[in-house]
């Protein structure tokens, strides 16, 4: 059995050399309202080397270039990854163009360029709270939005890949074919204590993922072999919804809480796991009136997620 110990960094898929350039703002002038409303702004953050790779027009260009591989586009929106070269260096980036936005946000991002209304500024805004927070996150290459004319909204985000690294509802059946069934049941256990830590961490803070299923934790590929240190090595993706909610704090960490023990339901996971994860979670707590009523809670909306995605298969399996 190998241990491997040696932390990932926070922010980036590996540890970075010094010669990585760091993450740098670089916002354009968002001009007056008059100009938002007749002739359109752009608000644009990029990293020092983003030009290198996407050449001095990419502000140009970005909406229309053409990225197909791992493409997925539905109601205005769409993903894919982007390979680039520049001088014998590789980027590959997540792409996410958001071409349709409802009028409103874009009438709000006109009289309030610095909020943030679109998609991707607030995902941008997200991912670096949560780095400076310490959380091992993917990092933001570049972002940016166009504000008008005539209240049109449009933005961007691009992501670093996380390289060589696999989402948990993959590598956790995949650990379970390769690894022998004790190191395996040692595998999970640091595991499922660094999922509770992570979701513990955001929802002591009042910050509720709201898509926090095993498929945006992210692992490498090499700790598949072994038995890691889990801390900082376990990634969280799709900052998109990501919010403060500190008054109605019960009601997002149950559906949270919900949505992770849905995604549970895999090859490799068990009842005895499902139990680490809340002693994790919840520690002393778990025996108070707090812990039994959102235990509840969480159990109900797991089952809720499970019934509708039953009933949604079952529908989609007749149409076809």
Known sequence: M???????????????????????????????????????????????????YAGENWPDQIMHAKVTDDFHAKQGRSTARWSLESAGKQLVVYLK??????????????????????????????????????????EVVVAGEFVGPWGKLQSFLAIEELTGMLPLHEAIPLAARQLDP??????????????????????????????????????????????????????????????????????????????????SEIEGIDARDRLRFWRAYLGTGRNTLRGRWLRHLALTRGERYRKHNAKAAAKKAAAA
């Open 182 to 263: 004790t190191t395996f049941r040692k595998w999970k256990a640091g595991l499922v204590r660094e999922v509770a830590r992570l979701a513990r961490f955001l929802h002591d803070r009042h910050r509720f993922h709201k898509d926090l299923y095993l498929c945006h934790f992210f692992i490498a590929r090499a700790d598949i072999s072994g038995v890691p240190t889990w801390t900082n090595r376990v990634f969280m993706i799709d900052f998109h919804r990501l919010a403060h909610h500190p008054i109605t704090r019960a009601f997002w960490t149950s559906k949270d809480l919900g949505q992770l023990l849905y995604s």
């Open 2 to 52: 190998s241990q491997i110990d040696t932390p990932l960094s926070a922010c980036a898929s590996e540890v970075e050399s010094e010669a990585t350039p760091l993450p740098t703002v670089e916002p354009l002038d968002p001009g007056t309202w008059w100009q938002r409303l007749c002739h359109g702004v752009r608000r644009l953050y990029a990293r020092a080397d983003w030009s290198e």
């Open 97 to 138: 163009r958001h071409y349709e936005l409802p009028w409103w946000r874009g009438f709000m991002a006109t009289l309030w360029p610095g909020r943030n209304w679109s998609p991707a500024m607030q995902e941008r805004y997200n991912l670096e709270w949560a780095c400076q927070e310490g959380l091992p996150v993917p």
